[in-house]
């Protein structure tokens, strides 16, 4: 059996800034401030950003986890509200659909997340996209952890839990579209491929050691071929 956990933002979709904006919002209503306007988001967890940010704007961690809990409800909140004002924002990744129905045919495949987003949030884009959650049997998200470093470990235990199976880190495959993706699951020994429908190309995710990357994930045979190639190579 193979755990094959997708990133969201930039690999499964895009929502034209929704995150941002409530995060933003959030950051206003909770803190007073939104924080540095251009800071980067990709590849960090929904807390990881708060804490940079509020960080940079001379918070104390204190502080910070004081009110985290607060900011992220209300993040989510908004969230909703900005997917549900700007629903033309939102938009899937060349390849996704296809690339689902085809892994979920497979009785050696399992499918998951491997998220930043809080599981409240992720839930909502991918609503938002017309992709039903459920679909991914296995979830770890930043709601489970502030390093996504931590979180490949994480969907090996639920994948044990929830689903009865016990997936060695060299049958797990990450697929996203930072360097942060193909980096999180070394730890664990698991394979990562890179898409570069994000802000990274093709060389660079390379680069950063991906096991296989694409342009996008319209190629489904290929896709399919490189995941369960990379599933199965020894760690």
């Known amino acids: 059996m193979k755990l094959v956990l ?12 929704a995150g941002r904006r409530a995060i933003q919002r959030a950051l206003r209503e909770v803190f007073g401030s939104a924080g540095p306007e251009q800071h980067r988001f990709d590849g960090k967890t929904d807390p990881q950003i708060v804490r940079e940010m509020m960080r940079l704007d001379g918070h104390p961690d204190a502080h910070i986890d004081e009110r985290m809990p607060r900011l992220l409800e209300r993040y989510v909140d908004y969230l909703g509200e900005e997917l549900a004002a700007h629903p033309a924002g939102v938009r899937l990744m060349p390849g996704v659909c296809p690339l689902l129905d085809a892994l979920e ?18 839930r909502a884009k991918l609503c938002a996209a017309g992709i039903e959650p459920h679909r991914f049997r296995v979830g770890a998200y930043g709601s489970d952890h502030e390093l996504r ?5 994480v969907a090996q235990r639920r994948a044990r839990a929830e689903c009865g199976v016990d997936i060695a880190g060299r049958d797990v495959v990450v697929i996203g579209d930072t360097p942060a993706d193909i980096a999180c699951g070394r730890s664990i020994g698991a394979r ?37 190639s990379a599933a199965t190579v020894s760690s």
Request: hydrophobic share 50%.
């Open 6 to 17: 997708f990133d969201i933002d930039g690999t499964i979709l895009l929502t034209d800034g």
């Open 105 to 122: 045919q497979r009785d050696d495949v399992l499918l998951g997340l491997l998220t930043g987003n809080l599981a409240g949030g992720a």
């Open 149 to 153: 470093g931590e979180l490949p470990a």
């Open 192 to 228: 990562a491929i890179g898409v570069a429908t994000g802000h990274y190309g093709v060389d660079e995710l390379r680069r950063h050691g991906a096991a296989a990357v694409f342009a996008d994930l319209s190629d489904t045979a290929a896709v399919v071929d490189a995941i369960l």
